[in-house]
């Protein structure tokens, strides 16, 4: 399976959060997990939800392989 996500996402903000991602926009972010995704479904209960946590931009890193 294949994902790609069109989402800028400000790392000053989200930066060490949990945030759910629906039709390429963030939908509500927070510390706990349980309660990014039972807010999300609440709020968009027929969307496609995608969850993933934000690293804190200290521990961004990047890494390019050829």
């Known amino acids: 399976m294949k994902v790609e996500f069109k989402v800028k996402i400000d790392y000053d903000k989200y930066g ?4 759910a991602i629906a039709d390429d926009a963030i939908i509500t972010s927070g510390k706990n997990v349980r309660d990014v995704w039972e807010e ?14 934000v690293p804190e931009p200290e521990m961004l890193v990047l890494m390019i392989c050829k």
């Open 16 to 19: 060490g959060k949990y945030i």
């Open 40 to 53: 999300a479904k609440r709020r968009h209960p027929n969307k496609k939800i995608s969850l993933m946590k």
